[in-house]
């Protein structure tokens, strides 16, 4: 198994571009993640899905959409990038079924440059 | 809001050494914890994770341990490695389909 792999691993932009990070995970969980990591500001949540179709707005979600077409992928877009959004950007992973919670994997990152 | 703590931010400790990193959250009512490890420039590898019915997990020198009462958990790693050299998060899962909310870490460095 892949786990959850991150694509692409480096990225640099210029102000008002836009682009799409891609995550996916070989393990079928119905859960996924995005954060962004600062220096300083740990892990932040920006958007999660329960499910294949849905999608939840997390601590930092301004100036990013998601989408969920596919259980196995989860798509982060920068509609019109800012320099704010330099960050490091993890995808992750996890099986959730009633009661029973497990635990998240994360995919390796995609450190992006805003300029 | 659920709000966890990583202390000390930073350790340093030489190399054979007992240690315990410490994680504290403020709502006692959660689902499980998570610790995590993180290299330099890498993703999080999970470590271990404890249930909210359970007291501790281990898996060989690493030994977690919950007092979901008093919103404390604590990580003790047995006879320190230099490649145990790495930040360690904890995070907590409140409920349902509530993300996960971490700590800081702790910056761990064991001096050989």
């Known amino acids: 198994n892949a786990g959850v792999t991150q694509t692409p691993k480096f990225q640099v932009l210029k102000t008002g571009q836009s682009m799409t990070l891609q995550c996916a995970q070989d393990?079928?969980?119905?859960?996924m993640y995005w954060y962004r990591q600062d220096p300083g500001m740990g892990l932040r949540l920006i958007y999660y899905?329960?499910?294949?179709?849905?999608?939840d707005k997390g601590e930092v979600p301004d100036g990013y959409n998601v989408s969920r077409l596919k259980k196995q992928n989860f798509l982060l877009g920068l509609e019109s990038a800012a320099p704010s959004q330099t960050s490091v950007y993890f995808c992750?992973?996890?099986?959730?079924?009633?009661?029973?919670?497990?635990?998240?994997?994360f995919g390796p990152g995609t450190r992006l440059t805003v300029l | 809001k659920q709000e966890v703590t990583q202390i000390p931010a930073a350790l340093s400790v030489p190399e054979g050494e007992n240690l315990v990193l410490n994680c504290s959250f403020t709502?006692?009512?959660?689902?499980?914890l998570q610790w995590f490890r993180q290299d330099p420039g890498k993703g999080l590898t999970s470590l271990l994770l404890i249930q909210s019915s359970q007291r501790e997990q281990t898996s060989g020198r690493l030994n977690a341990s919950l007092d979901k009462s008093s919103g404390r958990s604590t990580l003790y790693i047995a006879a320190s490695q230099p490649g145990d050299s790495a930040t360690y998060l904890c995070?907590?899962?409140?409920?349902?389909?509530?993300?996960?909310?971490f700590g800081k870490g702790t910056r761990l460095s064991v001096i050989a």
């Open positions: 393990m079928n969980h119905n859960s």
């Open positions: 995070a907590v899962l409140l409920s349902g389909n509530t993300p996960l909310v």
């Open positions: 899905s329960a499910s294949e179709g849905t999608t």
């Open positions: 992750a992973s996890s099986y959730i079924a009633g009661s029973s919670y497990n635990e998240q994997f």
């Open positions: 709502d006692s009512a959660i689902y499980n």
